[in-house]
């Protein structure tokens, strides 16, 4: 059974910066693609970004495009989302996600697995 545990969340003034990781385990990690969404209060999912399973493709939201990083690191089974120039309407529960399919894409029910979020909060 996949289990993915995110951290790096907090607090942060609009401008500011985080890196958010997910560590995956219960699978081999290097074959899965990976994805991070994010839910703000009252809205629905959205997608942010994703990665395939050797870290070559990535796709991007465009309203995080420039100042959000996904990256993988598969000795370490862990997926990273630097975070840069951070807006009050970045704030939101952010989600990890595992898709076995091997297809890096931006629909959550392409996913399979989930986290159980970290929260990022923008002070503006």
């Known amino acids: 059974q996949v289990q993915l545990v995110e951290s790096g969340g907090g607090l942060v003034q609009a401008g500011g910066s985080l890196r958010l990781s997910c560590v995956f385990s219960g699978r081999t990690f290097s074959s899965y693609s990976m994805g991070w969404f994010r839910q703000a209060p009252g809205k629905e999912r959205e997608f942010v970004t994703s990665i395939g399973w050797s870290g070559g493709s990535t796709r991007y939201a465009d309203s995080v495009k420039g100042r959000f990083t996904i990256s993988r690191d598969n000795a370490r089974n862990t997926v990273y989302l630097q975070m840069t120039s951070l807006k009050a309407e970045d704030t939101g529960a952010y989600y990890c996600?595992?898709?076995?399919?091997?297809?890096?894409?931006?629909?959550?029910?392409?996913?399979?697995?989930w986290g159980q979020g970290t929260q990022v909060t923008v002070s503006s």
């Open positions: 996600a595992a898709d076995r399919s091997g297809y890096y894409g931006s629909y959550g029910s392409e996913y399979d697995y």
